[in-house]
């Protein structure tokens, strides 16, 4: 039978390294992308947002790039720590519509000692 | 802080019984969602409400009903559940208010894992 989408991609990285989570999207319409970080027990808890007329965009250790041509975001985690072991999710969200968010599938990233 | 609580963090039922899910904000947000999370699947909403006694549907309403008395509660309700209904539910919150930060964030709740059998 056809399996649907019931595993989710991991990323599995060396403590101290680089890590990149990509992500596509398909609504050209949002105005804000966000990278939302869920430890496991815990609700999302939001890393860093770029608003679509931007590139890149930095924060403590993150750097997010947007890249509309293609349709593709990505979060990049400098110096990776256990501590950054998570599921994360990009979304999108188009101003004006109460602020509602439509999510990827997530990434679980997995570090390793 | 802003801090949004759930009922319950992990629930048991039975097929046909009715069931409430809780959440509670703190902040006075006017926008309040309650979303289903399964694996591969990421978060997909089920209802929102943008203001007391005023809800929307979201991308999977069917099998639920919300209710919004108070601005600072809003209950997911599952009629009849069913074991298609198993899953993680999170409730969030955001203000519609423009408040400095470039995106109106939403605050998540700890979820609450329902287990239908």
């Known amino acids: 039978g056809e399996s649907v989408g019931l595993h989710l991609p991991t990323l599995s990285v060396q403590e101290g390294d680089n890590s990149i989570i990509n992500c596509a999207y398909s609504?050209?319409?949002?105005?804000?992308f966000i990278w939302y970080k869920q430890e496991s027990g815990k609700g999302p808890q939001f890393i860093i947002d770029?608003?679509?007329?931007?590139d890149k965009r930095q924060g403590q250790r993150v750097t997010v790039l947007l890249n509309k041509t293609v349709k593709h975001l990505s979060l990049q985690i400098a110096a990776t720590q256990p501590g950054d072991s998570a599921v994360y999710f990009c979304?999108?969200?188009?101003?004006?519509?109460?602020?509602?968010?439509?999510f990827g599938a997530g990434t679980r990233l997995a570090v390793h000692p | 802080d802003v801090k949004v609580t759930q009922s319950s963090r992990y629930l048991v039922k039975r097929t046909g019984e009715k069931v409430f899910l809780e959440c509670v904000q703190d902040?006075?947000?006017?926008?309040m969602f309650w979303y289903r999370q399964d694996p591969g699947l990421g978060l997909r909403l089920i209802y929102f409400?943008?203001?007391?006694?005023?809800?929307e549907k979201g991308d999977i309403p069917e099998g639920y009903s919300v209710s919004r008395e108070k601005k600072e509660r809003f209950s997911l309700i599952l009629e009849s559940a069913s074991t298609n209904q198993t899953s993680m539910y999170l409730c969030?919150?955001?203000?519609?208010?423009?408040?400095?930060?470039?995106?109106?964030?939403?605050?998540f709740g700890p979820g609450t894992r329902l287990t239908v059998l």
């Open positions: 969030a919150s955001t203000t519609t208010m423009t408040s400095g930060r470039s995106y109106n964030e939403q605050f």
């Open positions: 609504n050209s319409a949002s105005d804000y």
């Open positions: 770029i608003r679509s007329n931007m």
């Open positions: 979304a999108g969200q188009i101003s004006g519509g109460y602020n509602k968010l439509i």
């Open positions: 902040m006075d947000h006017e926008n």
């Open positions: 409400s943008y203001d007391v006694k005023m809800k």
